[in-house]
């Protein structure tokens, strides 16, 4: 069944944010099992006018979208990252801003545990950055299918084990 876009961009926006809850669980799990602090940067979102009728608010974000999480591994690595949430059959590298691939670079530069938790279709996976900002360079091209991103799956029973590659010692 074919959904009207405003529709579909509901629908996928609710997927998205389903998805990042899953995310914090898994933040939740391995903060309990000490292996990992890791925390939500919450959006920077200045609201102008709030309907009282529905709860919807207008506005407009201060500040340019940092990653989505950041936090620090047991043994002191940081981890930074973004999630992205798509029901297509790829993604695109243009699905992260300049600015939040600025700085998912410096922190790669400077060492951290850096890349995409995302899911496509129904692959969840976690991308490194450095497969992710050479997409151009492996995959011919700026995006990666769900096939290709089966290399980066990790397991998502009710949450999402985004240090599963990174425990493997894969990256």
Request: proline residues 4%; positive net charge; contains cysteine.
């Amino acid at each position: 069944m074919k959904y009207p876009s405003n529709m579909q961009n509901k629908a996928n926006n609710n997927q998205g944010k389903i998805f990042e809850k899953l995310i914090e669980l898994g933040c939740q799990k391995y903060a309990r099992a000490n292996k990992a602090f890791i925390e939500k940067i919450p959006e920077d979102f200045h609201p102008q006018k709030i309907d009282k009728t529905n709860g919807k608010a207008t506005g407009y974000y201060k500040a340019k979208a940092q990653p989505d999480f950041q936090g620090t591994l047991q043994g002191g690595r940081s981890i930074c990252f973004e999630a992205k949430y798509t029901r297509a059959d790829r993604i695109k590298s243009s699905v992260i801003t300049k600015n939040q691939a600025e700085c998912l670079t410096m922190h790669s530069d400077l060492g951290a545990y850096v890349g995409v938790c995302c899911q496509i279709n129904k692959t969840v996976a976690f991308i490194p950055w450095d497969a992710w900002k050479n997409m151009k360079e492996i995959y011919g091209r700026m995006y990666i299918t769900e096939e290709e991103a089966k290399v980066y799956q990790i397991p998502s029973p009710m949450y999402i084990e985004f240090l599963y590659l990174h425990e493997l010692g894969v990256c």
